[in-house]
């Protein structure tokens, strides 16, 4: 039982570039989120996915674009990324309405962006 | 709509001396309360929770919070701390309700320094 795991763990991009963060996770979770954490503002959610087949905006989502594939994973693509993106991006699950709406995290993919 | 408020950016405290980490939030329905912690260079993982009933909550590590509504505080303690304690804590919440989605909104963080 892996939890939550992510890919890559650290990226360099340039101005410009596109990438996926890959994000599974195998404890049968209805929910996943995308956050990004920057010095002194704590975690922001990105985008989050209340189940299979949906996908909704958090509080940052401009630059971004997810996909959820499937029950088990959810994806974070970044077209064209930009400086403004460096950040470290965790990816959550959760099932909702049991344990609380505890979430659990994955280790985390640190981005940079040249 | 929430919002989280941690008091300290930064905490230093003496190994084996008491520390209180402040959280404070703001909504106008229920909420469910968290701590989370986040060691150097990992995922956060879970302290603790508040869902209903006891006030005072305990969580792993030896730290407990206790959550006053009268106030909308959920602050974190613990009455001796170890260098490995030293970390980033995280207060969040979410709330209750057939229109909850899960989720979580975070406090900024506050930066645990234990010193020997």
């Known amino acids: 039982n892996a939890g939550v795991t992510q890919t890559p763990k650290f990226q360099v991009l340039k101005t410009g570039q596109s990438m996926t963060l890959q994000c599974a996770q195998d404890?049968?979770?209805?929910?996943m989120y995308w956050y990004r954490q920057d010095p002194g503002m704590g975690l922001r959610l990105i985008y989050y996915?209340?189940?299979?087949?949906?996908?909704d905006k958090g509080e940052v989502p401009n630059g971004y674009n997810v996909s959820r594939l499937n029950k088990r994973e959810f994806s974070l693509r970044l077209e064209s990324a930009a400086p403004s993106q460096t950040s470290v991006y965790f990816c959550?699950?959760?099932?909702?309405?049991?344990?609380?709406?505890?979430?659990?995290f994955g280790p985390g993919t640190r981005l940079l962006v040249l | 709509a929430q919002s989280v408020t941690q008091l300290d950016s930064q905490v230093p405290v003496f190994e084996e001396a008491p520390v209180e980490l402040r959280c404070n939030y703001s909504?106008?329905?229920?909420?469910?309360l968290f701590w989370y912690v986040q060691y150097p260079n990992q995922g956060l993982q879970l302290l603790l929770k508040?869902?209903?009933?006891?006030?005072l909550v305990k969580g792993i590590n030896g730290f407990e919070a206790e959550f006053n509504k009268s106030q909308t505080s959920f602050h974190l303690r613990k009455p001796s701390v170890h260098i490995s304690d030293t970390a980033e804590y995280f207060c969040?919440?979410?709330?209750?309700?057939?229109?909850?989605?899960?989720?979580?909104?975070f406090g900024q963080g506050t930066t645990l320094q234990v010193k020997p």
């Open positions: 959550a699950s959760s099932d909702q309405g049991v344990d609380g709406e505890t979430q659990y």
């Open positions: 404890m049968n979770h209805n929910s």
């Open positions: 996915s209340a189940s299979e087949g949906t996908t």
């Open positions: 909504s106008s329905v229920s909420v469910y």
């Open positions: 508040y869902l209903s009933g006891s006030t």
């Open positions: 969040a919440v979410t709330r209750l309700g057939s229109s909850n989605t899960g989720k979580l909104i």
